[in-house]
């Protein structure tokens, strides 16, 4: 199993691009996540999606949107990219109340 | 108080030392408990959940008291693999959103 796959794995954006990070899951999780991770800021959720159909905000959810497209997949847009959006951005998925399993990470530069 | 709070580190220990971390949480209604290790520019990764009764997986041990509402993490005989950030998570039963601690890092040299 492929597990939680994530693409692009790098993206170099200009402000005011928009873009779509898209992620996919092969486990037949109900719930996915966003997250971003800063140095020394640890992992902050951006949005979740507790099952399909159903999307919320997360600590950081400004500058963001998402779309739960099935079971499987979740994807992440930036309309309009700020050089704060510069950061590596997480997908998981989850069968609660077990683990979360993670993707192996998009790292977005905004310039 | 943060949810879950971790001393950030650096933990440096020689080949072969014993370390242990904390990590305390704030909200008693928490029921799952997990230890996750990140390694540099990698995703998290589950290292082992933590239960009641305390857990071992080879050279880790991971111990949960509720009573002070922290749980433990406790690696013997480190090797230089063991070098990483290890990330303490939390959730609440019925939530689907885990908490995580913002990590320790933790460098094994020879």
């Known amino acids: 199993n492929a597990g939680v796959t994530q693409t692009p794995k790098f993206q170099v954006l200009k402000t005011g691009q928009s873009m779509t990070l898209q992620c996919a899951q092969d486990m037949n999780h109900n719930s996915m996540y966003w997250y971003r991770q800063d140095p020394g800021m640890g992992l902050r959720l951006i949005y979740y999606?507790?099952?399909?159909?159903?999307?919320d905000k997360g600590e950081v959810p400004n500058g963001y949107n998402v779309s739960r497209l099935n079971k499987r997949e979740f994807s992440l847009r930036l309309e309009s990219a700020a050089p704060s959006q510069t950061s590596v951005y997480f997908c998981?998925?989850?069968?609660?109340?077990?683990?979360?399993?993670f993707g192996p990470g998009t790292r977005l530069l905004v310039l | 108080r943060k949810e879950v709070e971790q001393d950030p580190g650096p933990f440096n220990v020689p080949e072969g030392a014993t370390v242990a971390f904390n990590c305390t949480y704030s909200?008693?209604?928490?029921?799952?408990f997990f230890w996750y290790r990140q390694d540099c520019r990698k995703e998290p990764k589950l290292l082992m959940s933590?239960?009641?009764s305390g857990n071992e997986d080879g050279r880790f041990t991971a111990q949960l008291n509720r009573a002070s509402q922290y749980i433990s993490l406790l690696i013997r005989d480190s090797k230089l693999s063991d070098s990483a950030t290890y990330l303490c998570v939390v959730s609440r039963g019925g939530s689907y959103i885990p908490t995580f601690g913002r990590g320790t890092s933790l460098i094994v040299h020879p």
């Open positions: 933590v239960y009641s």
């Open positions: 999606s507790a099952s399909e159909g159903t999307t």
């Open positions: 909200n008693s209604a928490s029921q799952s």
């Open positions: 998981a998925s989850r069968q609660d109340p077990e683990t979360q399993y």
